[in-house]
């Protein structure tokens, strides 16, 4: 049984401490940690765990296998940090840190103690998004041509007040939110991105950070993408776009408040496409899903999908984003193979 600790019961720590319990067989929640005190005496009483209201004494009291992190992003370097120093396997919420600085630290520590880390890219393990992985990976489309996403939320009364809105608690704005969902996406579907141009704008919260970003991406191999993410999509939205030589296939919905998820496959034939649509009923069983792959990760002793790796990455493209909007003109960066050699050799980047 893997002895597993939570730090962090808001929204994302709630799910996860879900798919825990719903992986009996092989999880068992020991402990569960949160600064509202009561919250985290709530979830003991509730589960017959021990709580905590601080990350550094449920370490220092507990014997853990694995340790998910659902903080704020300011708060979880540390805690990260103080897990893999404890030899637990890391679950920790995207992003992995709040710049690449962070994230490599992390990655680095995780390394070099032989410990699987996994970063909340929850998207990847929605069915629909799967299905159009496995899709393209079969050649369903050809050679690809470019892909499209808009994925954005229109906040709440007070979000300007809330720890997002804050530079140094977040790191970024939208990019670093959700954008982050994106960008992972795309490495994913079309490999190294080798060159981005972005534009990451405030448009209507009062904060310190980003409420809209677009991006214009150039994978190594080729394919474009084209990305807006915001803060002022009044009406929840996602959709994820692929386009290829044979035909087109996406993804739109994530259930709950994004809509129904289904996925729609156009196979050219002649002027008017042929399309076919497909339903997903439970999308919220990403979240289960993904879990499992992390607890498989730890006992086949391999990388996990969304692995440290990939949020590194996930962070420097964010970071090469954000230098363009600073410099209004188009960022390259490095190959990935090079990043990686550097990365685990303890290279400064």
């Known amino acids: 049984m893997i002895r597993v600790g939570v730090v962090g019961l808001g929204l994302m720590g709630q799910k996860r401490v879900a798919s825990i319990l719903q992986d009996s067989s092989n999880c068992e929640l020991v402990a569960v940690c949160d600064i509202q005190r009561q919250r985290a005496?709530?979830?003991?009483?509730?589960?017959?765990?021990?709580?905590?209201?601080?990350?550094?004494?449920?370490?220092?009291?507990?014997?853990?296998?694995a340790l998910v992190v659902s903080t704020f992003n300011a708060a979880a370097p540390a805690i990260?940090?103080?897990?893999?120093e404890k030899k637990a396997h890391l679950f920790c919420e995207k992003p992995l840190g709040r710049n690449s600085k962070e994230a490599a630290t992390i990655y680095r520590l995780a390394r070099k103690n032989?410990?699987?880390?996994?970063?909340g890219f929850t998207l990847r393990f929605h069915p629909a998004i799967e299905t159009a992985w496995k899709s393209v990976q079969a050649g369903e489309l050809g050679r690809l041509l470019f892909c499209r996403c808009i994925y954005g939320h229109g906040g709440r009364p007070g979000y300007e007040k809330e720890w997002r809105a804050s530079r140094e608690l977040a790191g970024g704005?939208?990019?670093?939110?959700?954008?982050?969902?994106?960008?992972?996406?795309?490495?994913?579907?079309?490999?190294?991105?080798a060159e981005v141009y972005g534009?990451?704008?405030?448009l209507y919260w009062k904060m310190e950070v980003e409420d809209n970003a677009f991006a214009l991406l150039r994978s190594a191999s080729g394919p474009l993408a084209l990305v807006h993410t915001?803060?002022?999509?009044?009406?929840?939205?996602?959709?994820?776009?692929?386009?290829?030589?044979?035909?087109?296939?996406?993804?739109?919905?994530?259930?709950?408040?994004?809509?129904?998820?289904?996925?729609?496959?156009?196979?050219?034939?002649?002027?008017?496409?042929e399309e076919k649509r497909t339903y997903f009923r439970r999308p919220e069983q990403a979240f289960s899903r993904e879990w499992k792959e992390f607890v498989a990760?730890?006992?086949?002793?391999?990388?996990?999908?969304?692995?440290?790796?990939?949020?590194?990455?996930?962070?420097?493209?964010?970071?090469?984003?954000?230098?363009?909007?600073?410099?209004?003109?188009?960022?390259?960066?490095?190959?990935?193979?090079?990043?990686?050699?550097?990365?685990?050799?303890?290279?400064?980047?």
């Open 80 to 84: 990260c940090l103080g897990g893999l």
């Open 230 to 273: 915001s803060w002022t999509q009044w009406k929840n939205k996602f959709i994820f776009e692929l386009y290829g030589e044979n035909g087109y296939i996406y993804v739109e919905g994530l259930g709950g408040s994004y809509g129904p998820e289904k996925l729609v496959r156009g196979q050219k034939k002649g002027s008017i496409p």
């Open 199 to 202: 534009l990451s704008e405030t």
């Open 41 to 65: 005496e709530d979830f003991s009483r509730r589960y017959g765990i021990r709580g905590y209201d601080a990350w550094e004494e449920m370490l220092s009291q507990e014997n853990l296998d």
């Open 114 to 119: 032989g410990l699987v880390l996994k970063v």
């Open 297 to 349: 990760a730890i006992k086949e002793k391999r990388q996990p999908l969304g692995s440290g790796w990939d949020g590194f990455m996930a962070n420097l493209v964010v970071e090469a984003l954000y230098h363009s909007t600073q410099e209004r003109k188009p960022v390259a960066l490095p190959a990935e193979k090079q990043l990686w050699l550097a990365l685990n050799h303890d290279i400064d980047i």
């Open 173 to 193: 704005g939208e990019l670093l939110d959700q954008g982050v969902h994106v960008i992972d996406l795309l490495r994913w579907f079309i490999g190294d991105i």
